[in-house]
């Protein structure tokens, strides 16, 4: 097919620490194996607004157009494509499901090898699909959602329910995904447990959902940001406590709270110091400590000691769902009203808008604001 060059709108930031800028760009048709996609919704995430302003998260690979968390309909496909078509519902996944690799055909693994093309921020064969005033613009994540339009390879392509609103289902791109994954799928939460969760964003809150879902009888929400408490209540956090509150640190807290420590904690910050307090905070037998928030560029700095014991920290990714996988049930469990996504979205803004939706996620009462393209 023959298809065209596409002109839209895209955000882009032209240079570390920079803000984004609405830009016109040329979006080009997709090469064999990829797909080209009309964005619907999309949000900023945790780890864009890191980008911002982290010196250690901060790249080369300017211009960029950023955005891992979307949704959005099949433009058109390139040469042998065949789980998707044009008119199709998709999720945009950073992490990719090729189906081929060892990860993927582990049944208990979802760290599919592609995941590192998002690495070079360019398509798999070196080269851009985004150009904007001459020059090549970088990719991000697999998908680079904060343009109208957006060229990704197949394997970070979810159809799902045509039926569904993408406007809240783009949520199961990254944010609710990775947290209620993470209790369910990474953790294994119990029934009768008690749960620590740290970080009270939109993947906090989800890990919250997740922590409730899987029978966890005592979710205890950890944020020093007051203004959060009432939306953790709301989706299952059963009492929430501000560190600042307390001269002792906060590991010695939950201990005097629960008797013996937490059976999981949860890291939905991105703190290396928090992420020690979450693994101390563990009950000494059996506790589990799971990573989600992302921390890249530093070491962490925890006491050996905690090791004697039965204690254990753990990573996670995607919340352990394999992606185009995971983000097609997802979707059909709420639209079967299993999940609740609406209560993780508390504004929406037009794209252009997108510097106003990163102040409102630095308040701290913005969980998550929809960007409609």
């Given at each position: ?15 570390p620490?920079?803000?984004?800028s609405?830009e016109?760009v040329?979006?080009?048709?997709p090469?064999a194996?990829?797909v080209?996609?009309?964005m619907?919704a ?6 864009e ?5 982290d ?8 211009p960029?157009i950023?955005?891992h968390e979307g949704a959005?309909i099949?433009?058109?496909v390139?040469e ?7 008119g199709?519902k ?6 990719p499901?090729?189906g081929?690799c060892?990860?993927c ?7 599919c090898?592609?995941?590192?093309q998002a ?10 699909r ?10 991000f994540?697999n998908?680079?959602t904060?343009?109208e339009?957006t ?6 392509v ?7 609103p993408?406007e809240?289902?783009?949520?199961v791109?990254?944010g ?8 369910i ?5 119990t029934?009768?447990?008690t ?5 009270l964003?939109?993947?906090?809150l989800?890990v919250?959902?997740g922590?409730k879902a899987?029978?966890a ?8 940001n007051?203004d959060k ?7 299952g956090a ?5 560190p600042q509150?307390y ?8 201990f005097?709270?629960?008797g013996d420590?937490v059976?999981f904690?949860?890291?939905v910050i991105?703190?290396?110091?928090t992420?020690?307090a979450?693994l101390?905070?563990c009950?000494e037998s059996h506790g ?5 928030g992302l921390i890249i560029g530093?070491?962490l700095?925890?006491?050996g000691h905690?090791f ?8 996670s ?13 997802l979707v ?7 999940i609740?996504l609406d209560?993780?979205?508390?504004h ?8 106003e939706a990163?102040?409102?996620m630095?308040t ?10």
């Amino acid at each position: 097919m023959d298809f065209k060059v596409i002109r839209c709108k895209a955000a882009i930031v032209w240079k570390p620490g920079g803000s984004f800028s609405i830009e016109e760009v040329e979006v080009a048709p997709p090469k064999a194996k990829e797909v080209r996609i009309k964005m619907v919704a999309t949000a900023l995430c945790g780890t864009e607004m890191k980008m911002l302003k982290d010196k250690n998260l901060q790249h080369q690979h300017y211009p960029i157009i950023m955005g891992h968390e979307g949704a959005g309909i099949v433009e058109s496909v390139g040469e042998g494509v065949s789980t998707v078509k044009a008119g199709d519902k998709v999720i945009a996944l950073f992490l990719p499901q090729c189906g081929e690799c060892t990860s993927c055909l582990n049944s208990a693994d979802n760290f599919c090898i592609k995941l590192k093309q998002a690495e070079t921020h360019l398509m798999s064969d070196g080269t851009s699909r985004f150009t904007c005033k001459g020059k090549p613009v970088y990719h991000f994540g697999n998908t680079s959602t904060f343009s109208e339009y957006t060229v990704m390879d197949e394997s970070s392509v979810a159809k799902i329910d045509a039926a569904a609103p993408l406007e809240k289902v783009f949520l199961v791109s990254c944010g609710f995904s990775t947290g209620y994954g993470g209790a369910i799928n990474t953790a294994k939460v119990t029934p009768g447990s008690t749960c620590a969760v740290f970080g009270l964003g939109g993947v906090g809150l989800s890990v919250i959902m997740g922590c409730k879902a899987a029978g966890a009888t005592r979710i205890i929400a950890v944020d020093i940001n007051k203004d959060k408490f009432e939306k953790a209540k709301e989706v299952g956090a059963t009492e929430c406590i501000n560190p600042q509150d307390y001269e002792k640190p906060i590991q010695e807290v939950l201990f005097d709270l629960t008797g013996d420590g937490v059976d999981f904690s949860f890291e939905v910050i991105g703190n290396p110091e928090t992420v020690a307090a979450a693994l101390a905070s563990c009950r000494e037998s059996h506790g589990v400590c799971v990573i989600i928030g992302l921390i890249i560029g530093v070491q962490l700095n925890i006491s050996g000691h905690l090791f004697f014991s039965g204690r254990s920290l753990k990573g996670s990714v995607y919340g352990g769902w394999k992606g185009r996988d995971g983000a097609s049930k997802l979707v059909s469990d709420y639209m079967a009203k299993k999940i609740n996504l609406d209560a993780l979205i508390t504004h929406s803004l037009n794209l252009d808008k997108i510097n106003e939706a990163v102040e409102l996620m630095k308040t701290g009462k913005c969980v998550r604001c929809v960007l409609l393209l």
